[in-house]
Protein backbone atom coordinates (compact mmCIF):
# COMPACT_ATOMS: atom_id res chain seq x y z
CA UNK A 1 0.00 0.00 0.00
CA UNK A 2 1.14 3.40 -0.80
CA UNK A 3 -0.08 6.31 0.99
CA UNK A 4 -0.31 9.74 -1.06
CA UNK A 5 -0.95 13.02 0.11
CA UNK A 6 -1.42 15.86 -1.66
CA UNK A 7 -0.67 20.11 -0.62
CA UNK A 8 0.05 23.36 -2.01
CA UNK A 9 -3.53 24.55 -3.51
CA UNK A 10 -5.12 27.59 -3.36
CA UNK A 11 -6.41 30.56 -4.83
CA UNK A 12 -4.43 31.89 -7.53
CA UNK A 13 -4.89 34.52 -10.20
CA UNK A 14 -4.60 34.23 -13.50
CA UNK A 15 -1.09 34.26 -14.81
CA UNK A 16 -0.03 33.33 -11.11
CA UNK A 17 1.97 29.99 -10.16
CA UNK A 18 1.48 27.59 -7.66
CA UNK A 19 3.77 24.98 -6.74
CA UNK A 20 1.99 21.16 -5.59
CA UNK A 21 3.89 18.64 -3.22
CA UNK A 22 2.99 14.80 -2.94
CA UNK A 23 4.25 12.93 0.31
CA UNK A 24 4.29 9.45 -0.32
CA UNK A 25 4.80 6.79 2.52
CA UNK A 26 4.42 3.02 2.41
CA UNK A 27 6.27 0.51 -0.14
CA UNK A 28 9.27 2.10 -2.00
CA UNK A 29 8.65 5.10 -3.50
CA UNK A 30 11.10 4.54 -6.07
CA UNK A 31 9.23 1.42 -7.03
CA UNK A 32 6.70 3.78 -8.94
CA UNK A 33 5.57 6.02 -11.77
CA UNK A 34 4.30 9.07 -10.28
CA UNK A 35 1.41 10.48 -11.89
CA UNK A 36 -0.55 14.74 -11.48
CA UNK A 37 -3.88 14.08 -13.02
CA UNK A 38 -6.86 16.99 -12.51
CA UNK A 39 -10.54 17.10 -12.30
CA UNK A 40 -12.71 20.32 -13.24
CA UNK A 41 -16.32 20.11 -11.76
CA UNK A 42 -18.34 18.37 -13.81
CA UNK A 43 -15.62 16.77 -16.13
CA UNK A 44 -13.73 13.56 -15.70
CA UNK A 45 -10.45 13.11 -14.24
CA UNK A 46 -7.50 13.42 -16.58
CA UNK A 47 -4.07 13.14 -16.89
CA UNK A 48 -2.09 16.03 -16.42
CA UNK A 49 1.84 15.30 -16.33
CA UNK A 50 4.28 11.80 -15.04
CA UNK A 51 7.37 11.14 -13.88
CA UNK A 52 9.93 7.72 -14.66
CA UNK A 53 10.82 6.42 -11.11
CA UNK A 54 14.47 7.94 -11.62
CA UNK A 55 13.20 11.18 -13.17
CA UNK A 56 14.98 11.13 -15.98
CA UNK A 57 12.00 10.81 -17.90
CA UNK A 58 8.72 13.55 -17.72
CA UNK A 59 5.25 13.32 -19.40
CA UNK A 60 2.98 16.23 -19.81
CA UNK A 61 -0.35 16.63 -21.20
CA UNK A 62 -0.86 19.10 -24.65
CA UNK A 63 -2.96 21.31 -22.13
CA UNK A 64 0.06 22.25 -19.95
CA UNK A 65 2.92 21.41 -21.59
CA UNK A 66 5.75 24.24 -21.32
CA UNK A 67 3.94 25.78 -18.51
CA UNK A 68 3.94 22.55 -15.46
CA UNK A 69 6.56 21.23 -14.73
CA UNK A 70 6.82 17.60 -12.52
CA UNK A 71 9.71 16.87 -10.68
CA UNK A 72 10.13 14.56 -7.85
CA UNK A 73 12.80 14.31 -4.72
CA UNK A 74 13.36 10.69 -3.99
CA UNK A 75 15.16 11.49 -0.62
CA UNK A 76 11.98 12.90 0.68
CA UNK A 77 9.80 10.52 -1.23
CA UNK A 78 7.93 13.55 -2.46
CA UNK A 79 6.09 14.62 -5.97
CA UNK A 80 6.11 18.39 -7.13
CA UNK A 81 4.29 19.97 -10.17
CA UNK A 82 5.23 23.71 -10.26
CA UNK A 83 2.41 25.24 -12.01
CA UNK A 84 2.92 28.27 -14.21
CA UNK A 85 1.30 31.50 -16.12
CA UNK A 86 -1.84 29.71 -14.76
CA UNK A 87 -5.16 30.39 -16.76
CA UNK A 88 -8.94 29.76 -15.22
CA UNK A 89 -9.53 26.19 -17.17
CA UNK A 90 -6.46 24.81 -14.57
CA UNK A 91 -9.03 24.79 -12.18
CA UNK A 92 -9.60 21.53 -11.03
CA UNK A 93 -8.64 19.16 -7.90
CA UNK A 94 -5.51 18.02 -8.84
CA UNK A 95 -4.60 14.41 -7.75
CA UNK A 96 -1.27 12.65 -7.16
CA UNK A 97 -0.74 9.00 -8.45
CA UNK A 98 1.40 6.33 -7.97
CA UNK A 99 1.84 3.47 -10.61
CA UNK A 100 3.83 0.21 -10.53
CA UNK A 101 3.56 -0.47 -14.45
CA UNK A 102 6.99 -0.79 -16.16
CA UNK A 103 6.47 2.63 -18.55
CA UNK A 104 4.45 5.73 -18.42
CA UNK A 105 0.56 5.30 -19.08
CA UNK A 106 -1.82 7.86 -18.49
CA UNK A 107 -4.47 5.04 -16.99
CA UNK A 108 -4.23 2.35 -14.78
CA UNK A 109 -2.79 3.88 -11.61
CA UNK A 110 -2.43 1.94 -8.69
CA UNK A 111 -2.34 4.23 -5.66
CA UNK A 112 -4.30 7.82 -5.56
CA UNK A 113 -4.58 10.57 -3.31
CA UNK A 114 -7.45 12.75 -1.94
CA UNK A 115 -7.12 15.54 -4.04
CA UNK A 116 -5.80 19.45 -3.59
CA UNK A 117 -7.90 22.24 -4.97
CA UNK A 118 -6.72 24.85 -7.35
CA UNK A 119 -8.51 27.70 -8.25
CA UNK A 120 -7.59 30.31 -10.42
CA UNK A 121 -8.77 33.83 -11.62
CA UNK A 122 -9.47 35.69 -13.89
Known amino acids: QVHLVESGGGLVQAGGSLRLSCAAS????????MGWFRQAPGKERVFVAAITRSGGTTTYADSVKGRFTISRDNTKNTVYLQMNSLKPEDTAVYYCAADSNVGVRKTGYDYWGQGTQVTVSS
Open 26 to 33: GRTFTNYI
